[in-house]
C-alpha cells in the first residue's frame, strides 16, 4: 500500500497542497460550508482555526496576517468587468483592501487603482502603510485627483515626502480650495497642534433653526465624514460651542437649537504645542476637538485618532533613540538605512566609552596588586547602569507632563537618591555576606574575602545612589536648556554610569584594602 505524506495528501507537489488549501479556505469563509473528503477536510482545519484565530484579534498584523492566508487573488486575477470588479472590491472594508495590497504584486494593485474611483482610492490609500509607496504608483495626473480627495493633512504628510519641484507641480495642478486647504496646514510646526489638524468636520452658523441645521448636516455629510459632532460658529466664524449629532436628530422640528448646543466644549489653538494641549483635553472622550486661531474662528478639528497616532509616533522614536539609534527602525529597512540609524550613537558611545577606559587605566596598579577584585568589576557596573535606566525611565515619564513645577521636579530628585541608597544599602549587604562566604569557600582567607566583599558592597550603594541622582538630574537638565532629554540622557547617563561605578569601586578598593588593610 502508498502511504502519502503529511502535508501531501490534497495534491502531487507542495505548491498544489498550498494553492488547494487556500481554494478550499476561501470557499468556506464564502459559502459557509463546502463538500470534500474527510482527508482534506482534516488538512485544511489547522490553516481555518488559524485563521479565525487572526480575525478574532482584530488588530491590522492580525488581518494581515489572515488576509495574507487567504490570498484571494482570484479576483484581481479574474476577468471581470471594471464595474463588476469594482462591486465586488467594494464588498471589503478599506482598510481591508489597504492590507492586501502588500501581498499583490505591481501590476495586481494598478488593476485596483483603475478600478476605484478617485475618492474610493484616497480612503484605502489612507489607510495603507506606507502611503507613500502607494501613490507614486499612480500616474501623475491620477496622483493630483487622488490627493485631492485626501483629507488635508494626510496629503501635507505625502507632500512633505517629496522634492520641491514634484510637490509643487503636484500642488499646482490641484482646484483651488484643496490648495487654501493645504496651503493653510503647510506653516505649521511638526510640533503643533495644526500640523495634525483636519478640515473633515460639520460647521453650521448659529442662529438655525432645528430643519435648517439638519439640512446643513446633510448637505456637508456628502464632503465630510466625520458627522458625529456638529460644531457652531458665529458671524464672524469665532467658535460658539457644538452639537452632538445624536441631540440634533431627536429634537423635534420646533425646539430651539440654542438649547442644544454646548458652550463649554473643549478646543485647542492651532499653534499651540501637541505637548502642551494633551494633559488639557486627555480627560475628555470626544471623538474630536476643533481647533482655533489666534482670533478664535474655527480652522478645523483634531480628531482622538490623530493624538493618539501622534503620541504613539514621539513614544516611538523617543524609545528608538533611548537605545542608541537616530530614528525607529522596522521590518522593511535596508541594511545602509539601518546601519545609519544605529552608527552615529555608537559612534558617540565608541568615544565615551573611550574615556571610560582611560579612568580605569589610572587603577592599573590597585588592579596589578590585587586581580580578583577584576572578577567583580562587571556587577557594579552593571548594577549601576541598571539603577540608572531606571531613574532615567521614571524620570522621563514625569517630565512628560509639562506642567511639572520645580518643586516637583526637587522632590523626584530626592525620592530616587532615597530609592537608589535603599536599594544600594540592601544589595550591598547581600553581596558582601554572599561573596564574602564564597570566597572563604574557595580558600581566600577571612580578612581577604570579606575584605573584597565589603568594598564591593559599599562601592555598590555609593554607585547605585550616584546613579539614581544622575539618573534623574540630566534629564531635567537636558529638559531645562531645550534638549530632548530621551535623546541625549541614554548615551550619557550611561557613560557617567560607569564612571561612578569604576570610581567608587576601585577608589574604595585602593583606599581600604590597600592603603588601610595592607591585603597587597
Known sequence: MRHYKK???????????????????VALFTNDRIKTTVTRAKEVRGDIDRIITWAKKGDLHSRRLAIAALGDKEL??????????????????????AAALETLTPAERQRIYHALDAAELSAVLEYAEPMTAYLNELSLRRRVNVLSRMDADAAVDYLKTLESGEKNTLVELMDEP?????????????????????????VIPEGLSVKAAMHQLVEQAAEHD??????????????????????????????????????????????????DALPRI??????????LDEENRMLGVVTAQSLIQTVDDALSEDYARLAGLSAEEDLNETLVQSVRKRLPWLLVLLGLGMVVSSVVGLFESVVAQLTLIVCFQSLVLDMAGNVGTQSLAVTIRVLMDSETTGAQKRKLVWKEARVGLMNGAILGAASFALIGAYLLLHGEAALMAFGVSGCIGIALIAAMLLSSISGTVIPIFFKKIGVDPAVASGPLITTVNDLVAVVSYYGLTWLLLIEWLHLA
Open 178 to 202: 484643496k490648495r487654501r486647504e493645504i496651503a493653510r496646514l503647510w506653516v505649521y510646526g511638526e510640533d503643533e497642534i495644526g500640523s495634525i489638524m483636519t478640515t473633515n468636520c460639520i
Open 226 to 275: 466625520n458627522i458625529s459632532t456638529i460644531y457652531v460658529v458665529d458671524a464672524d466664524n469665532a467658535f460658539y460651542g457644538a452639537i452632538d449629532l445624536k441631540d440634533l436628530i431627536i429634537a423635534r422640528e420646533g425646539d430651539p437649537l440654542a438649547e442644544l448646543i454646548a458652550t463649554s466644549y473643549p478646543y485647542v489653538y492651532a499653534h499651540e504645542r501637541i505637548e
Open 7 to 25: 502535508g501531501r495528501k490534497l495534491g502531487t507537489d507542495a505548491s498544489h497542497t498550498k494553492a488547494m488549501k487556500k481554494n478550499l479556505a
Open 282 to 291: 486627555q480627560d475628555y472622550s470626544e471623538d474630536s476637538i476643533p481647533v
Open 76 to 97: 484581481v486575477r479574474s476577468n471581470l468587468s471594471p464595474k463588476a470588479f469594482r462591486e465586488k472590491l467594494l464588498d471589503y472594508h478599506e482598510n481591508d483592501i
